[in-house]
T-cell receptor, first 116, second 114 residues
């Protein structure tokens, strides 16, 4: 079965420290992977995606993600966290059963709290 | 910039009422999606549409229906609202086929059914 797992409900980081939000996936074939962020009472905003090529993908707001095929992971990272990065983060994988309709399967979300 | 708008940010309805949630996108996207978001469950797909008048069930379609009469507009209908449909509802749109086109989301409608 295709799925996405975000093993941490919440991640706490001090401002200025590096942050990592974890994501693992299970999908047949080559995955298309996405990260989204949701600020309070807002919709989801696209951060970055991995399709093919370089395993390190750069996205919006200084975020990057590392694709690791052997570990089936796509962890979100940022070298120096800001208080304004506090939000809910979702990992997603393209549903390959969907006949190319670009359906996504989302993880349960990880709440990132950055403390001053 | 892609813009996806939803008709209401907050909605309170009574059990048994018929509820309409409207979504409009301005980027000529073929695909449109309705999700519900609940704590600890992430986003679950209710219905999606890949063209005008075309629709497909998602993972949790029970108790919902949809309508897409125009390309830019996708409506979610709760025929008889129940308390277990209290949730955040998110609409999204994307290009249709091929590649890996990200979905663009509206701001969400927080529905409370009492």
């Amino acid at each position: 079965a295709q799925s996405v797992a975000q093993p941490e409900d919440q991640v706490n980081v001090a401002e200025g420290n590096p942050l990592t939000v974890k994501c693992t996936y299970s999908v047949s074939g080559n995955p298309y992977l996405f990260w989204y962020v949701q600020y309070p009472n807002r919709g989801l905003q696209f951060l970055l995606k991995y399709i093919t090529g370089d395993n390190l993908v750069k996205g919006s707001y200084g975020f990057e993600a590392e694709f690791n095929k052997s570990q089936t992971s796509f962890h979100l990272k940022k070298p120096s966290a800001l208080v304004s990065d506090s939000a809910l983060y979702f990992c997603a994988v393209r549903d390959r059963r969907a006949g190319g309709y670009n359906k996504l399967i989302f993880g349960a979300g990880t709440r990132l709290a950055v403390h001053p | 910039d892609v813009k996806v708008t939803q008709s209401s940010r907050y909605l309170v309805k009574r059990t048994g009422e018929k509820v309409f949630l409207e979504c409009v996108q301005d980027m000529d996207h073929e695909n449109m999606f309705w999700y519900r978001q609940d704590p600890g469950l992430g986003l679950r797909l209710i219905y999606f549409s890949y063209d005008v008048k075309m629709k497909e069930k998602g993972d949790i379609p029970e108790g919902y229906s949809v309508s897409r009469e125009k390309k830019e507009r996708f409506s979610l209908i709760l025929e008889s609202a129940s308390t277990n449909q209290t949730s955040m509802y998110l609409c999204a749109s994307s290009l249709r086929i091929g590649g890996a086109y990200e979905q663009y989301f509206g701001p969400g409608t927080r529905l409370t059914v009492t």
